[in-house]
């Protein structure tokens, strides 16, 4: 399969402006109907796309796909010529499969994308990485869940940012909320019946697939890194065993869902899962199309901010010319980084290597609670690469990755 297709240029249809009512009864009278709207839309200036060269992306991507199939940003995309054809499967997946035939792959977190970038580096073809916007880890839970774990002295609400209202955002103690779990903890243990809810299960965070999906990967790293003292283990042998220690913590949850924001995000959320792991821009874009379609904010639904703090760094990685060009207009192109802030991203300031606070005004601005980030935090560091896979593989059971033909 190529991967740089392209649609060859068109040649133009040109139609002289007779007055515009004897130009309806003559084409009334004399064409076909499909060819009467394309002829009336050029002669009357609604045509919205030209006819010239378009190419084809063919992309794998994981949850960032949200960007690229939103129809303002696909609509930017084609006025600048590209089209993206989107194949969508986990992060982990994109790295150890096969990408031969793509221009570009969208894996949602570092790790994924450094494997990628190492295995062509060693096989002789280098690729050049872009990284438009950022988005949080973050654990989505329900009011009840997290006015409990504050009433057990497990998480704090966060300040709204003046904009008033129920706060939506907590900080939480990562070393107490695993302590709770470690300890086989329920919810009924620290009262969550105080707040209408009745429920025996236990108390943990429910993650995507941890061999699939970034999100679960990063969760695991966060887990290990508190549990270890807030370090990351150095080597092989030490990750195994804390890899086995950790198990319990993320496991006993249950058949991990393919998307937890879907779920966590659906009518049946609180029952399926109560605390779930995904990225801050998933839950935000939510808020801001409930305030758009309700005038006010979804404020049962609450975000759990890690004390211990890890921002993932999405990479798109380009494998070709065209996908280098979509890689810079997507980094560096003003209405796509307008864009990305309505749907809920971090977009990186595009003259240095930070992320904007245009997030935090555009949530203020439409009167929604903007999530505060301490500077006090203690930021989680992963494992290195061998290590977190090797300790993803035991916790999730893993198959061996592929081996890529010599």
Not at 46 to 60: F, Q, S
Not at 69 to 95: C, K, Y
Not at 112 to 119: E, N, V, Y
Request: hydrophobic letters at 35%; proline letters at 7%.
């Amino acid at each position: 399969m190529s991967a740089n297709r392209s649609v060859s240029e068109e040649p133009r249809l040109v139609v002289n402006r007779p007055e515009r009512s004897r130009l309806r009864r003559t084409l009334a009278l004399t064409l076909p109907v499909p060819v009467i709207g394309l002829v009336l839309l050029l002669a009357y200036g609604h045509l919205l796309m030209p006819l010239d060269r378009v190419v084809t992306i063919e992309a794998k991507m994981a949850s960032k796909r949200d960007f690229f199939e939103d129809p303002e940003v696909r609509r930017i995309l084609m006025e600048h010529g590209f089209r993206v054809h989107i194949t969508n499967m986990g992060s982990r997946d994109i790295a150890n499969q096969d990408v031969e035939g793509y221009d570009v792959v969208f894996p949602s977190g570092q790790p994924a994308a450094d494997l990628i970038t190492k295995r062509r580096a060693e096989a002789g073809n280098p690729v050049l990485t872009y990284r438009p916007f950022v988005s949080p880890i973050v654990l989505g839970t329900y009011r009840a869940y997290a006015e409990t774990l504050k009433d057990a002295g497990v998480a704090e609400p966060q300040r709204n940012g003046g904009v008033g209202g129920k706060p939506l955002y907590y900080t939480l103690s990562m070393g107490k909320f695993l302590k709770l779990t470690a300890d086989g903890k329920r919810w009924k243990n620290i009262r969550i019946q105080d707040h209408g809810v009745e429920n025996g299960n236990k108390i943990l965070a429910q993650t995507s697939n941890i061999c699939q999906a970034n999100s679960g990967g990063t969760y695991l790293g966060l887990v290990a890194f508190v549990r270890h003292g807030n370090d990351a283990p150095n080597g092989t042998r030490e990750a195994e065993a804390l890899a086995q220690e950790i198990k319990p913590l993320l496991v006993e949850q249950g058949l991990p869902a393919a998307e937890m924001a879907e779920t966590y995000l659906s009518p049946n959320g609180k029952s399926i899962s109560p605390i779930a792991v995904f990225y801050e821009h998933q839950y935000l874009a939510h808020q801001i199309r409930h305030q758009k379609a309700k005038g006010r904010p979804d404020t049962d639904r609450v975000l759990l901010y890690p004390d211990t703090r890890f921002v993932t760094e999405p990479q798109l990685v380009a494998l070709t010319k065209d996908g280098e060009r979509l890689g810079q207009l997507v980094t560096k192109n003003p209405e796509l980084q307008v864009r990305a802030v309505e749907l809920g991203f971090r977009p990186r300031d595009a003259t240095a290597d930070e992320t904007s606070d245009q997030l935090a005004k555009y949530l203020t601005d439409r009167r929604i609670q903007a999530p505060v980030t301490s500077a006090d935090d203690t930021k989680a560091v992963l494992p290195s690469l061998p290590v977190l896979e090797r300790m993803i593989q035991i916790v999730g059971d893993c198959p061996e990755p592929r081996k890529d033909p010599k």
